[in-house]
């Protein structure tokens, strides 16, 4: 029963395969606890709301058969397939996914190599300053990430300078990026410059930001 119900709260890492093969009414109902961490639920006698926060990780094809950009492969699928495609993923929830990376396909030699890249330990201690900055930023609020951040706060830690801001604008104008996403790419820059050990937001990290936004500008 719902009145039965009581609200707990539930932080979820939550991986999607094939998001593309979702039904888009099933996506759409990502919208609500992606955006405030909540999810609703109501009945003819009763509306109920619940904590939902959670992590989301999803993955895609490029298009229906899997080709589409491949450097080896060619695509099968004609620009109609495309798009009906791509439909499955509305504006609205995309603005809500802050990072959009496009991974091409690894050369043989490159899936051979040795892979040279940091140790974790480095990494973790490299996050780990980034959250300590960010605990120290929010101390007399009530946010426990630079993900919380709201309209207000944006003004006060996310400051831009005039090269920042023209770039920022500019991106807006040519890829039609929404508000939303324009307060997405700020928390996400105020992030980068958290791990570079950065108290102001600099050109390169708005630039960083933008091109992990890499579905929007495809489209």
């Not at 993955?59 to 397939?81: A, E, I, K, L, M």
């Not at 929010?138 to 630079?146: G, T, V």
Request: with cysteine; charged share 30%; proline share 5%.
């Amino acid at each position: 029963m719902l009145h039965s119900l009581q609200p707990v709260l539930a932080i979820v890492y939550s991986f999607l395969d094939e998001l593309t093969e979702f039904k888009r009414d099933v996506l759409e109902f990502l919208r609500q606890p992606l955006e405030d961490g909540h999810v609703t639920i109501s009945r003819a006698r009763q509306s109920v709301s619940f904590p939902a926060q959670f992590t989301l990780v999803a993955s895609t094809n490029p298009c229906p058969c899997g080709y589409f950009g491949d450097t080896v492969q060619s695509c099968t699928c004609n620009p109609r397939q495309r798009e009906q495609y791509w439909a499955k993923l509305s504006g609205p929830l995309m603005d809500r996914i802050d990072l959009q990376v496009a991974v091409n396909r690894l050369k043989p030699e490159e899936m051979m190599r040795v892979s040279g890249g940091e140790d974790s330990e480095v990494v973790r201690e490299r996050v780990q300053q980034a959250r300590d900055r960010s605990d120290r930023r929010f101390k007399d609020e009530p946010l426990r990430s630079n993900a919380e951040m709201q309209s207000c706060h944006l003004k006060l830690w996310c400051p831009l300078d005039d090269s920042s801001r023209t770039l920022l604008e500019g991106a807006i104008r040519k890829l039609g990026f929404s508000a939303r996403a324009n307060d997405r790419i700020l928390k996400v820059s105020r992030t980068i410059a958290d791990l570079e050990g950065s108290e102001s937001l600099q050109t390169h990290h708005i630039a960083e930001a933008i091109q992990y936004r890499t579905i929007d500008r495809m489209q």
